[in-house]
């Protein structure tokens, strides 16, 4: 089941997409750790305990895990015009 979708990190936090919903601004403060694997293309946010239980839309959990997914797969480097 998706919770919600990555955008992109911001110097305030976490920019997440809630499905069927809106933008969310998730506060550097807020975040316990992140961890991007581009081998496996794998991210994880763990988010503060208290934040967690504060957040309906989290359903209890305090760690996302979920793909990493690139508009264009490459299979090699593009070639220098």
Do not use: C, H, N
């Not at 809630?18 to 316990?32: F, G, M, N, R």
């Amino acid at each position: 089941m998706v919770l919600a979708s990555f955008r992109y990190r911001t110097t305030e936090g976490l920019v997440l997409l809630l499905p069927e919903s809106a933008d969310l601004l998730v506060p550097w403060a807020s975040i316990e750790e992140t961890m991007l694997d581009l081998k496996e293309g794998v991210v994880r946010v763990r988010f503060k305990a208290d934040y967690a239980a504060s957040q309906r839309w989290l359903r209890g959990a305090t760690l996302l895990v979920g793909a990493w997914t690139d508009r264009l797969v490459m299979t090699k480097p593009p070639t220098e015009s």
